[in-house]
T-cell receptor, first 115, second 116 residues
């Protein structure tokens, strides 16, 4: 199994809703990432988890709340989002090994629309 | 801080022809990794090719090859015999090696169109 899966593929939510995005990998990767990507732009890093602990938070608003319940699963909880939060949310993972170049694998993304 | 610059927002190429996408980067590190990622309209980001900075030999993967000029901090991607399926956004990316979970630094991307 060499893939990162993300659910749902598409999500439409109102500004008062609470929803969650899910990311899963079974490659034994201990680094997992959330990115936000606007159209025709590169991915912007949001959060990095290392060994299930949050190691990087790129000053993301608190309406985005990440969670890493185990080494295979990464969630992003959403609450009180704004229309400008509409974007493609990408999850990625890679191994943490000192001796290799460590390819980063991306999931297909969740297309989020906030009304 | 490291930066990655892709100076061509859009490029086009005739099917079966060759195209080169440019990338320059800025770093004070002597060892690092460079990557080209492809993101087709379906949005799945996939790795095209990678280069370790300590290797002088340019990486090649089938129709894809790089021209890595370390002194000039340049890392261009050459696509030979272009195919319709090569149409995508291409992102150049940089990362320090042996750095645990350090994330990629992306360029702004180049949108490649392939003309039949």
């Amino acid at each position: 199994d060499t893939e990162v899966t993300q659910t749902p593929k598409h999500l439409v939510m109102g500004m008062t809703n609470k929803k969650s995005l899910k990311c899963e990998q079974h490659m034994g990767h201990r680094a997992m990432y959330w990115y936000k990507q606007k159209a025709k732009k590169p991915p912007e890093l949001m959060f990095v988890y290392s060994y299930e602990k949050l190691s990087i938070n790129e000053s993301v608003p608190s309406r985005f709340s990440p969670e890493c319940p185990n080494s295979s699963l990464l969630n992003l909880h959403l609450h009180a989002l704004q229309p400008e939060d509409s974007a493609l949310y990408l999850c990625a993972s890679r191994p943490i090994l000192r001796s290799s170049y460590n390819e980063q694998f991306f999931g297909p993304g969740t297309r989020l629309t906030v009304l | 801080a490291q930066t990655v610059t892709q100076s061509q927002p859009e490029m086009s190429v005739q099917e079966a022809e060759t195209v080169t996408l440019s990338c320059t980067y800025d770093t004070s590190e002597s060892d690092y990794y460079l990557f080209w990622y492809k993101q087709p309209p379906s949005r799945q980001m996939i790795l095209v090719i990678r280069q370790e900075a300590y290797k002088q030999q340019n990486a090649t993967e089938n129709r894809f090859s790089v021209n890595f000029q370390k002194a000039a901090k340049s890392f261009s991607l050459k696509i030979s015999d272009s195919q319709l399926g090569d149409a995508a956004m291409y992102f150049c990316a940089y990362r320090k090696p042996h750095s645990g979970n350090t994330p990629l630094v992306f360029g702004k991307g180049t949108r490649l169109s392939v003309i039949a």
